[in-house]
């Protein structure tokens, strides 16, 4: 049995004020909705319950008190009634370490973004008239990066006739609402007859064929102004600091509105498909969050106020700190971005829509740098590229102060990959535009290399090395500069596969067998360690959902275990990596899931496009650049710090953008 329960719905009872036990509230929903089945209590206790608890971050009063309400009750139903399942769903994981304690961690899951395959597939399905065009007039463009997702793919579709697409979200949005009102104005209702909510001048407006600009609405009459109002009156009452969809008494609607037509504009917005009203609990709220979080944006892009999104950045005042985060972090759970204010895409949505986008982004950096930078880097916000040379060299440095959080560091980078990061030189070659890499210099010398400690057979004992000087990235290549090798064909070029078993890959043959046989390399260590596993979990080194995937892997069948590396590893020519992943995507993390055929074309591509001879580094040459002549033990030095690297202890579970470890940098 499954039951289906929004959590905005979660708050004080009005006599009491208090916030009901998670438990009691379950059985009072499931009582009004299911009368004629058994009580919640009896599925609880026969552990055939799954609960599908949607929108954590939207508890009208989120915050400690609400999610560690939830986290006791999970704790109650581990004991008491275990069998039974709980899903949450949340926006982000500002809620991660509230909800999953160490004793008792709640795995995660990312919902990924939808793939090219999947857009185009969702777009034939839904769009069969001009969904050809549409997909042809996407693809390859920024926008196509903005709507990856069901909700936007929908609403991109409900408006267009031709294949044309909108400038990005904010015009995504403004679209669906000025077809909405054609709709209403055409069909002759009485609110949207020229009058009291909607002006002469905007029916007329809307009855001809003039193109509008991106983002304009017939605001004329009062209808829509009194939208945005009300947005801005529902997002700014909230009572967390968590974006989140509000929901308010009729009554109070009306007063926030303080309009002689408040009834009728209420009546309108949901004839428009943007308000929802519950009668059952005499409540309104916008339909979606998003149209919600766009309304505010309008209001917000008239009268930019940057102050709601200030967010403390640096070392000695982020609450709660690193050391405290990571303290409190199940070992499952990824480390969770800082702390959001609840207004971060409201002003995402309003910098495309301001009037003077480059004031709003600039004023908009004193409060949350990172936050602007992702501003100016969307496609339809049009500022200087000298704005933007500013906006970079600020996170540039963000990323590199010591005196910023881990968190505020990460953020800065990932917003500069979108940017555009300065310290790569964009360049065009005879074989098509490329990123040319800095370059660290390194002295030949005499390099101390190996280690005398055992901790890997196969490494050798402290021994010298003579190398010559040579020059090595900065940085691994990133996803940026990948994507233009694929954008320059450099998958269907054979030029640069230059052996016979690289042109065989490269056409398709045994491109999953590599990868095939690494996996089965690591499932006889697991099956050779396998009473180990747990000790290693014990002592830290593993996570919890390390041991629980690798004991089912060792205990598989041949012909489960092989089932499954096909359906990771899909046979059959490549064209991009094979790690398609949101949380590694970014144009600054290093590019992942490619082999080292792949990689040697690339850098055979980057030497064509230079002139300069490109070559994977050796095995010493690696080692040399990380320890330096002086042989550390580590590359930011001889005693571990995990606030220096990515590595297990920083939950960071994924690559990071690259240059954001300023004390390894300063060093190497």
């Known amino acids: 049995m499954t039951f289906f329960v929004p959590l905005n719905d979660f708050k004080p009872a009005r006599d009491t004020h208090r916030l009901p036990l998670p438990k009691d509230w379950l059985a009072a929903q499931w009582a009004t909705r299911y009368r004629d089945l058994p009580a919640l209590e009896t599925f609880l206790q026969e552990q055939r319950l799954t609960l599908l608890l949607d929108a954590l971050n939207e508890m009208p009063t989120a915050g400690t008190e609400s999610v560690q309400l939830w986290r006791d009750f999970l704790g109650e139903l581990e004991q008491t009634y275990p069998g039974n399942r709980v899903v949450f769903s949340c926006r982000t994981l500002d809620y991660s370490v509230l909800l999953s304690p160490r004793e008792r961690p709640v795995r995660q899951v990312r919902i990924e973004s939808l793939s090219n395959a999947q857009v ?55 679209g669906f609402v000025r077809r909405a009102l054609q709709r ?45 109002i009300l947005a801005w009156q529902m997002q700014t009452r909230r009572l967390v600091t968590v974006a989140s969809q509000v929901r308010i008494t009729y009554d109070e609607a009306l007063q926030m509105l303080d309009h002689q037509d408040a009834v009728d504009i209420l009546q309108a917005g949901g004839a428009l498909g943007v308000l929802d009203e519950d009668r059952g609990r005499n409540e309104v709220l916008y339909v979606h969050q998003l149209l919600q979080e766009y309304f505010a944006a309008r209001l917000l892009a008239r009268q930019p106020q940057p102050a709601p999104v200030q967010q403390e950045w640096r070392v000695d005042r982020v609450i709660p700190d690193l050391p405290s985060t990571l303290r409190d972090l199940a070992d499952t759970d990824p480390l969770p971005p800082l702390p959001s204010t609840g207004w971060e895409e409201t002003i995402v949505l309003a910098a495309a829509m301001a009037s003077d986008p480059a004031r709003f982004i600039t004023d908009l950096m004193a ?57 790569f030189a964009r360049r065009d070659g005879p074989y098509g535009t490329y990123l040319l890499p ?48 694929m954008q320059a064909g450099g998958y269907d070029e054979e030029r640069w596969w230059d052996t016979e078993e690289a042109r065989a890959w490269q056409r398709g043959e045994s491109t999953a067998e590599g990868s095939k046989q690494q996996w089965r390399e690591i499932r006889k260590a697991f099956q050779d360690h396998f009473d180990s596993l747990r000790q290693w979990h014990q002592a830290g080194r593993i996570t919890s959902t390390d041991v629980e995937y690798w004991e089912r892997y060792a205990r598989m069948s041949d012909a489960d275990f092989e089932a499954l590396l096909d359906a990771w590893y899909p046979a059959g020519r490549q064209t991009q990596p094979r790690w398609n992943d949101d949380a590694y995507n970014n ?52 005693n571990f710090d ?18 954001v470890f300023p004390r390894s940098l300063s060093e190497n």
Not at 128 to 150: A, M
Not at 209 to 220: D, Y
Not at 447 to 465: C, F, I, W
Not at 642 to 651: G, K, L, Q, R, V
């Open 367 to 423: 409060y949350n740098l990172a936050l602007a930078g992702r501003c100016a880097a969307q496609p339809e916000v049009a500022v200087s590229e000298a704005l933007k040379a500013t906006v970079r060299r600020a996170l540039l440095e963000r990323t590199q102060n010591p005196r910023a959080d881990l968190r505020a560091r990460i953020a800065a980078g990932l917003a500069l990959g979108e940017l555009g990061d300065p310290r």
């Open 438 to 485: 800095p370059l660290i210099e390194l002295p030949g010398g005499t390099y101390h290399l190996g280690s005398d400690e055992g901790l890997y057979a196969d490494e050798a004992s402290v021994h010298r090395v003579v190398l010559a000087p040579f020059a090595l990235g900065q940085f691994p290549v990133t996803n940026a500069e990948w994507a233009l090798f």
């Open 184 to 228: 209403e104005v055409q069909g002759g209702g009485r609110l949207f007859q020229p009058g009291a909510l909607v002006h002469q001048r905007d029916v007329e407006r809307l009855s001809t064929a003039h193109p509008w600009p991106p983002f304009a609405l017939p605001e004329s009459g009062p209808l829509l102004p009194n939208l945005s």
């Open 120 to 174: 185009e597939e969702f777009i034939a399905l839904y769009c069969p008239e001009h969904g050809t065009t549409l997909w042809q007039n996407l693809r390859n463009t920024p926008q196509l990066d903005l709507l990856r997702s069901p909700y936007y793919l929908k609403l991109l579709m409900a408006q267009t006739t031709t294949g044309d697409i909108p400038a990005g979200r904010a015009a995504l949005f403004t």
């Open 587 to 638: 144009p600054a993390q290093p590019v992942v899931g490619i082999c080292w055929f792949e990689a040697r074309a690339y850098c055979a591509w980057l030497s064509a496009q230079t002139g300069q001879p490109f070559r994977l580094p050796t095995e010493a040459e690696w080692e040399a650049a990380a320890r330096g002549l002086p042989g550390r033990r580590y590359a930011f030095g001889d």
């Open 642 to 659: 995990p606030s220096y690297c990515t590595t297990f202890e920083t939950h960071i579970r994924s690559t990071t953008p690259i240059g």
